[in-house]
């Protein structure tokens, strides 16, 4: 069964840095694409970062230069370090795998406010 919990959501200035965890469960991790989604009050939820099983990357034009998605497959565990944070990345932030298997998945989310 698969399960996905996010972590290390809070409150940070603009300019200041955030690293969200995202611990799976779940067999043949290594197979799965992850990404991290975020969803602002009153929008639509984006894609932000994503990663596929062979590490290739793919960023939100908003994001790029800013945010870095990375995986570590024996951890179960996926990551999206944000630097040079702005006001406008607030919202709710989702991790998220599609399997080959058995579909995809969401966690929970973990809200992320930038202000001064």
């Known amino acids: 069964q698969v399960q996905i919990v996010e972590f290390g959501g809070g409150s940070v200035q603009p300019g200041g840095s955030l690293r969200l965890r995202c611990a799976c469960s779940g067999s043949m991790f290594e197979t799965w694409s992850l990404g991290w989604s975020r969803q602002a009050p009153g929008k639509q939820r984006e894609l932000v970062a994503r990663?596929?099983?062979?590490?290739?990357?793919d960023y939100a034009y908003s994001v790029k230069g800013r945010f870095t998605i990375s995986r570590d497959n024996a951890k179960k565990t996926v990551w999206l370090q944000m630097n040079s944070l702005k006001p406008e990345d607030t919202a709710a932030y989702y991790c998220n795998a599609d399997t080959p298997y058995s579909g995809s998945y969401w966690g929970q989310g973990t809200a992320v406010t930038v202000s001064s």
């Open positions: 990663i596929t099983s062979d590490g290739s990357t």
